[in-house]
Nanobody
């Protein structure tokens, strides 16, 4: 059974940090494009960060650039998202996904190319 599972979410104060991890069962993440997405309450899901199949290329959306870092740990078969300088606007459920293409139609890790979603992990940034 192919499965992705996110972990590491929780409650953090503004300015704090969290590290999310996306682990896989039944498949190897190395060699696959993986993206992190989020959905805030009352809003549509949006892409956050994306790493190409072997990690040579990464992309972060402007609203997290300089604060979030996506990385791979091939030994653990995970793709992590280090989130620093968190803001209340970062509050959302965060999802990881295996994506068929790194870049298409001016989008990085476009949702219409997602092949497998995780169940999500909630992140709340609040004092």
């Amino acid at each position: 059974q192919l499965q992705l599972e996110e972990s590491g979410g929780g409650l953090v104060q503004p300015g704090g940090s969290l590290r999310l991890s996306c682990s896989a069962t039944g498949l190897t993440l190395e060699g696959r494009t993986v993206g992190w997405f989020r959905q805030a309450p009352g809003k549509e899901r949006e892409g956050v960060s994306c790493t190409s199949a072997h990690g040579y290329n990464t992309h972060h959306e402007d609203f997290v650039k300089g604060r979030f870092t996506i990385s791979r740990d091939n030994a653990k078969n995970t793709v992590d998202l280090q989130m620093d300088s968190l803001e209340p606007e970062d509050t959302a459920v965060y999802y990881c996904a295996v994506v068929r293409r790194y870049y298409s139609g001016n989008y990085y890790c476009p949702e219409w190319h997602v092949e497998l979603w995780g169940q999500g992990t909630p992140v709340t940034v609040s004092s």
